[in-house]
């Protein structure tokens, strides 16, 4: 069992910066690949960012690639989401999700894990 929270979002201009964490509890976080996905009112959960277990490997949607950077510290049991270059389109609710698969994983099916969500909201 790994219990998730997130923490970080918040409000911010067009163009800035935010930091997300994810803190993990129980199972050591390194035992897992790690994934970001996000929601927006109305719609569907989407990915937006994967790393694998040792930190050696990262995945990103389109939409946020280049912008966005997923890392982790798993002395600290924590995964990060940095998030550059901020636009409105990404206001969302941001979820960390945890995986026992080794692969590539995008969908939200294949995560066994989840957090509560923080809120982020990009203004124009």
């Known amino acids: 069992q790994v219990q998730l929270v997130e923490s970080g979002g918040g409000l911010v201009q067009a163009g800035g910066s935010l930091r997300l964490s994810c803190a993990a509890s129980?199972?050591?976080?390194?035992?897992?690949?790690m994934g970001w996905f996000r929601q927006a009112p109305g719609k569907e959960r989407e990915f937006v960012a994967w790393?694998?277990?040792?930190?050696?490997?990262?995945y990103y949607a389109d939409s946020v690639k280049g912008r966005f950077t997923i890392s982790r510290d798993n002395a600290k049991n924590t995964v990060y989401l940095q998030m550059n270059s901020l636009k409105p389109e990404d206001t969302a609710v941001y979820y960390c999700a945890a995986s026992g698969r080794f692969t590539i994983r995008v969908g939200v099916g294949d995560y066994d894990y989840w957090g509560q969500g923080t809120q982020v909201t990009v203004s124009s």
């Open positions: 790393i694998n277990r040792s930190g050696s490997s990262t």
């Open positions: 129980g199972r050591t976080v390194g035992s897992y690949c």
